[in-house]
C-alpha cells in the first residue's frame, strides 16, 4: 500500500503561512492525495485533494509537486482554530483512505 | 445540514453482549465506511460499502460486522464484543469514493468490560 510520510509535529505563530509537507514516494498514477484534520473530541474533518495539479479553496491550497511523489498543504493565515492533527492521506483503490499518524500543528498566538 | 449521523456517542457495555452501532447519511452518497481510532495507532478503516448490499473488507475488519440494506444507513455490529474492540468509532461517507471529500460523523466511544 502507498504511505506517507508526515512530521510528527509543526509550529506556526498566529496569522502567519503554515506549510505542512507530506512525502508519498510510492503513489500510484491513480491515488489521490487528501488532506483531513482533526480537533481534539471530533471527528475527522476534510481540507482538500487532488490529484495532479494544484488545488485552492476556502481553507488551504495544495501544491503537488511534478513527480507528485510529494506535497504541501499551505494554510495561508493560521488562526487558533487551525490547530489540530492534519493527515495527508492517499486515496487508492476504490474507496480506501489509509490514515497515518498525522501532523500536529500547534498555533502560538 | 449535510452530515452524517452516529448512535449512540458512548457506550460501556460487557464482553459478548451484541451491540449495533448505526450510521446514517442524508447526502444520497454511495460510499460509507468504518474506521476505529486507537492511540498511537491513528485512524483504522474496518470495513467500507460502494453501495446497497455491496460492502468489503477494509484493513481490521476481524471481529465486526456490517449491512448496507438501504443507501443512507450503515450499522456496525459487533456480534461478540471484546475488550480490544474497545476504541472510537467513525462512520464516514462520501460520493465518488477516494476521488471525492468523505464526511466523519462525531464518533462513538465504545468500552468493552
Known amino acids: 500500500d502507498a504511505k506517507t510520510t508526515q512530521p510528527n509535529s509543526m509550529e506556526s505563530n498566529e496569522e502567519e503561512p503554515v506549510h505542512l509537507p507530506c512525502n508519498h514516494s510510492?503513489?500510484?498514477?491513480?491515488?489521490?492525495i487528501h488532506w483531513y484534520r482533526q480537533l481534539p473530541s471530533q471527528g475527522p474533518e476534510y481540507v482538500i485533494h487532488g490529484l495532479t495539479s494544484n488545488v485552492n479553496n476556502r481553507m488551504a491550497s495544495l501544491a503537488i509537486a511534478e513527480d507528485r511523489k510529494s506535497s504541501t498543504l499551505i494554510l495561508h493565515r493560521a488562526t487558533l482554530r487551525d490547530a489540530a492533527v492534519y493527515y495527508c492521506i492517499l486515496g487508492a483503490g476504490s474507496y480506501q483512505l489509509t490514515f497515518g499518524k498525522g501532523t500536529k500543528l500547534s498555533v502560538i498566538p | 445540514e449535510a452530515q452524517v449521523t452516529q448512535n449512540p456517542r458512548y457506550l460501556i457495555t460487557v464482553t459478548g453482549k451484541k451491540l449495533t452501532v448505526t450510521c446514517s447519511q442524508n447526502?444520497?452518497?454511495?460510499?460509507m465506511s468504518w474506521y476505529r481510532q486507537d492511540p498511537g495507532l491513528g485512524l483504522r478503516q474496518i470495513y467500507y460499502?460502494?453501495?446497497?448490499?455491496?460492502?468489503d473488507k477494509g484493513d481490521v475488519p476481524e471481529g465486526y460486522k456490517v449491512s448496507r440494506k438501504e443507501k443512507r444507513n450503515f450499522p456496525l455490529i459487533l456480534e461478540s464484543p471484546s475488550p480490544n474492540q474497545t476504541s472510537l468509532y467513525f462512520c464516514a461517507s462520501s460520493l465518488m469514493g477516494r476521488a471525492s471529500e468523505a464526511f466523519f460523523g462525531q464518533g462513538t466511544r465504545l468500552t468493552v468490560v
Open positions: 460499502s460502494m453501495n446497497v448490499e455491496v460492502t
Open positions: 510510492t503513489i500510484s498514477g491513480t491515488d489521490y
Open positions: 447526502m444520497n452518497h454511495e460510499y
